[in-house]
């Protein structure tokens, strides 16, 4: 879950922050030259948003002062914002990185001690930190998780309901319920499993220990780990390149590999192929082809 699925700020090893890039998406584009920048209100505090030249989001979680701990507000107001951007036209894909050189620290340990003061509270507070990593998951475009620093508990929770995630050498990464003694919720448990397999799910989840990118990237966990430096430009240059493509197949494929069975998943596929017979993508997509062209979807 995310009550711990943080590790206590203090429990967390120090880190020279000179040493990490920061994790704002670049802000060139492909040609070298200056790339605009819409800011998005998000309307939460520690929840800042921009849309980049190129039909990229970039969502950051920032409290850098706290290394991006999500408070209860933050969960809370996920799924508005997230809505908020899906809505947008020029969206087609979205970065979710951290401020200041760390993904997340994971949930905010201040607000723990409230949120376990009784069963109906630390009922809720579950119930809203899963419907934000569920938000995360279902958002109708391709998401890239872009991490720098800690990658802990919630933070990783959040980074494992992405599509993708990509990495600095230096993150470290892990899963930390078992050091405060916290259940971590189906949700997110499943959600773990499916991507890295039971027996790499239970070393994360029995251990709580915090793994290197590079053995994060063996897991499974990681797509692509990157010098610190080069990172925010790959992940903006990946985001730019998934906006291009067409967003029927993406969709359809988002829908089908959220299953669990191929009955369910031939659901899933069924509403998209019918649409793809009248949709312009394929039309587009052939007539790119043979034209030599890079389609317009």
């Not at 995360?136 to 309901?161: K, S």
Request: glycine share 8%.
């Amino acid at each position: 879950m995310s009550a711990d699925p943080m590790t206590p700020e203090a429990a967390l090893p120090q880190h020279d922050p000179s040493t990490v890039a920061p994790p704002a998406a670049t802000t060139t584009s492909g040609n070298g030259s200056p790339a605009a920048r819409t800011p998005i209100d998000t309307g939460v505090d520690g929840l800042r948003a921009y849309v980049e030249e190129g039909g990229v989001a970039v969502l950051v979680l920032d409290r850098p002062e706290r290394r991006n701990a999500v408070t209860l507000a933050m969960w809370q107001g996920l799924p508005g914002v997230l809505e908020r951007l899906a809505a947008l036209p020029a969206v087609r894909a979205l970065l979710l990185t951290g401020a200041g050189g760390t993904f997340s620290a994971g949930a905010d340990i201040a607000e723990l001690a409230e949120v376990y003061a009784t069963a109906d509270r630390a009922d809720a507070y579950h119930a809203v930190n899963v419907a934000a990593e569920e938000a995360l998951a279902a958002f109708p475009h391709p998401t890239i998780a872009v991490v720098h620093g800690y990658c802990v508990g919630g933070g990783c929770q959040l980074a494992v309901a992405c599509d993708l995630r990509f990495a600095a050498e230096g993150a470290r990464l892990g899963i930390t319920p078992a050091k405060l003694g916290v259940v971590y919720p189906a949700v997110p448990t499943h959600r773990l499993a499916s991507l890295v397999g039971p027996a790499r799910a239970k070393y994360l989840l029995f251990s709580g220990e915090l793994v290197t990118a590079a053995r994060a990237e063996r897991f499974g966990l990681l797509d692509e780990v990157l010098p610190d430096g080069e990172l925010d430009s790959r992940a903006m240059e990946f985001g730019r390149l998934l906006a291009r493509r067409s967003p029927q197949t993406i969709g359809a494929a988002k829908a089908v590999l959220a299953t669990a069975t191929l009955a369910d998943a031939r659901v899933a596929a069924a509403p998209w192929e019918r649409e793809s017979r009248q949709a312009p993508d394929v039309r587009e997509g052939l007539a790119a082809f043979l034209e030599r062209r890079e389609p317009r979807f």
